[in-house]
């Protein structure tokens, strides 16, 4: 069992649920809506002592520590799971996919579904919306490039690089972004949420 400091709408928080829901580790839900993260709850004494930057995710483990950081929960939870190979080229390449993720591709997919969709952009910051949107879709042309010629993004099979990506990527149009240009991203989206255990982002 652990405790899931979220935001329901957050991909970051929605990974965490998807790999519990997939391996089958119980989960409890402390929900901080988005009116809550608009208000700045996150940037409470309390919450701070829990995650000392302040965001969503943070999970709560039964002995009482905290872990922030969405793809480092990945990584704790699939531990001797097939999702994080044993391997050490494969999870390596498992861990390649985690930080290109957060580098190269949610800083535009996500942010950019976040300004468009709930926040709206925020003032003084118009100009970086091409920019971010330019950077989104060169992190797309990287997916379906891989994907064109391979079925899951490490070792033929699904592993939390697929699930940690997949988080921000099948909201993508949500963010504006023209996903119809990519044959090999909905083959692989498609596969993703026919694997067991599978739950979707509203769940
Ligand atoms: N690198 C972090 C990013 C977490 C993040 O950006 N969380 C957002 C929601 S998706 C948040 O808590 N925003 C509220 C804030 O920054 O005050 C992760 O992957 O967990």
Redesign the pocket.
Known sequence: MITLHE?A?????Y?VRLLCAVIGVPLRRVE?DIDA?KA?K??TDEFLAMNP??????AELDDGRFL??????LAYLAERTPYLPEDRFDRAQVLRWLFW??YSH?PYI?VVR?WRTYFGIPAGRESELPIREARGYAALDVLERTLARQQFLVAERYTIADIAIYAYTHVAHEGGFAMERYPAVAAWLARVAAQPGHVPIDA
């Not at 709408?9 to 928080?13: E, K, T």
């Not at 930057?53 to 943070?58: A, D, F, I, L, S």
């Open positions: 935001t709408l957050s991909g970051n928080c990974k901080l993260l700045g996150t940037h930057e302040g965001r969503v995710p943070v922030p950081e969405s793809n480092a929960i993720e957060q949610e996500a976040a």
